[in-house]
């Protein structure tokens, strides 16, 4: 008897972190490692940083009609952060899952809960990410030269808020070395996809199994 492959189901794969931890950098570093992951566009009222482009990095939208997509129950998660609304909506979610596609998100600790929450939960890998130190978090977000010192200062005085949550999740790297940390992730996440939720296909698997070995056993 040959055996197939089983399906798998897509995982939700949270990045938290706070902000100059390293998220982005991970994000992409895996989703080069794997381009069949999906990434989440989240989408915000924040206005874009130079750079950013519309429907790649988030879509932009009016604060108008971000509650309009709240209150029609677009969004899989969203939340308050840094004085703007971000969230994941749920469409693009739905369809890569049901096709065993993962999704990646880079959403904060307010969203990790409510998908934690959600339908959605059991399927759902978290991941925080610590920086070594305080000094370098900030040495970090001055280097990016993405930000005003204003927001820079906004920035760190949030950051102890998210480490706090650092015990929800389900794994916690500490992001010295930027190459050590990808592969951890890595480890994790291929060890995560083998989770016997993840393999809906295991159950019709071990039915033949089962089967043969009641044929076997005649
Ligand atoms: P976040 O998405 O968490 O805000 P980024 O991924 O944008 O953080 O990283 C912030 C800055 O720190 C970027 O310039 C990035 O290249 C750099 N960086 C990320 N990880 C490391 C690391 N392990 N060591 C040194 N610099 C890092
Ligand atoms: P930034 O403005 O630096 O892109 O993001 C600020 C913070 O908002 C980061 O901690 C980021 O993870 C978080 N964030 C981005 N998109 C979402 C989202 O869709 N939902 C939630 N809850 N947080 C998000």
Known sequence: MTTT?????????ILSSPSG?????????????????????????????????????????????????VAESG?????????????????????????????LFDIDWQ????????????????????????????????SRGQDTEDTISKRMQKSWDEISHWDGYD???VNDDIDATEEQLKTIVSAERMRRAQQPGLQSHVRGLHLEFEEGSK
């Open 5 to 13: 492959a089983s399906p798998r189901r897509g995982l939700l794969i």
């Open 171 to 173: 794994y916690v790297l």
């Open 21 to 69: 931890a390293g998220k982005s950098t991970l994000a992409r570093r895996l989703m080069e490692w794997d381009p069949t992951l999906s990434f989440s566009v989240s989408a915000t009222t924040r206005t874009a940083r130079p750079g950013e482009v519309d429907g790649d990095h988030y879509h932009f939208i009016s604060e108008a009609e971000f509650k309009q997509l």
């Open 111 to 142: 969203g990790a809960q409510q998908i934690r929450n959600s339908d959605l939960g059991k399927h759902t890998l978290s991941v925080f990410i610590l920086p070594p130190s305080i000094e370098e978090l900030k040495r970090r977000l001055v």
């Open 75 to 103: 969004m899989l998660e969203h939340a308050h952060v840094f004085g703007n609304f971000y969230g994941s909506p749920l469409k693009p979610v739905k369809e890569a899952i049901e096709a065993g596609r993962d999704v």
